[in-house]
């Protein structure tokens, strides 16, 4: 390749290389970032325990639902009663962590696999489960866990 062929080659190399050529559709894609931020945060506001902004992150209609032995059981009903509820959690268990082990954001709708851990005067235990979180006006409007352990 001669000097004068090799400029446009290095010029479109250089032009795809900087992102210029790049078609990203951020269109869904920032929904779904946002949706994810979203949960992250909220994990990370558990494990520091900090109840303003746990309450920050759900609507104030909030439910938190369990699914056990196919029973529909309502756990929480409102942003005060999780705040409560949780309050009364840190409070039994002082040494207490929740991981996020995967998350799948569709639609409205963030399923997450995630897992419990804490310490108090029996020992140690754990719990994994299946949250699936539902998104209103960014904002947890429902999270339904099926306990899986």
């Known amino acids: 390749m001669t000097k004068s062929g090799a400029a446009p080659l290095i010029v479109l190399v250089l032009f795809v290389f900087s992102g210029c050529a790049t078609l990203k559709n951020t269109d869904q894609d920032q929904p779904q970032t946002v949706a ?8 990370a506001a558990t494990n520091k325990r900090d109840l303003l902004m746990l309450t920050a992150y759900v609507t104030p209609d909030f439910e938190w639902i369990s699914m ?14 999780l705040a409560e509820t949780l309050r009364q959690y840190f409070t039994q268990y002082a040494h207490s962590t929740v991981a996020l082990e995967h998350l799948q ?45």
């Open 36 to 43: 994810q931020n979203l949960i992250e945060n909220y994990f």
């Open 105 to 149: 954001v569709a639609g409205n709708f963030v399923a997450v696999n995630e897992r419990s851990e804490w310490r108090d005067a029996k020992g140690e235990g754990y719990r994994t489960s299946l949250g699936i979180y539902e998104l209103s006006d960014g904002r947890i409007r429902r999270v339904t866990y099926f306990l899986t352990r």
């Open 68 to 81: 056990v032995d196919g029973e529909r059981v309502v756990e929480v009903n409102s942003r005060e009663a």
